[in-house]
């Protein structure tokens, strides 16, 4: 079982930066990709960033720019760096493990960590 475990959130002022750090621990799995998800109250639950195996990324129109996706080589820590936050960035940013096992496709969740930014 793969536990995922996110810090960092908070509360920032329009501009600021917050880093996020996804603790990954229990993993026997490989990873093909950790992925950072975000949703905001009313709204569907979104994907942000993703970052690979080979440690290709990719964005979402409205991170692009301004996040920045990273991991350290054994797969212990996934961060997600943000920058000039607005506040339509609020929301509970969730981390994400796209595991495999064998030919079984496994997918793991953390419980998510509340970033607000003000005006």
């Known amino acids: 079982q793969v536990q995922l475990v996110e810090s960092g959130g908070g509360l920032v002022q329009a501009g600021g930066s917050l880093r996020l750090a996804c603790a990954v621990s229990?993993?026997?799995?490989?990873?093909?990709?950790m992925n950072w998800y975000r949703q905001a109250p009313g709204k569907q639950r979104e994907l942000v960033a993703v970052i690979g195996n080979s440690g290709f990324t990719s964005y979402a129109d409205s991170a692009r720019g301004r996040f920045t996706i990273s991991r350290d080589n054994a797969w212990n820590t996934v961060f997600l760096q943000m920058n000039n936050l607005k506040p339509d960035d609020t929301a509970v940013y969730y981390c994400n493990a796209d595991a495999s096992n064998g030919d079984i496709r496994l997918s793991f969740w953390g419980q998510g960590t509340q970033v607000t930014v003000s005006t």
């Open positions: 229990g993993n026997p799995f490989r990873i093909n990709a």
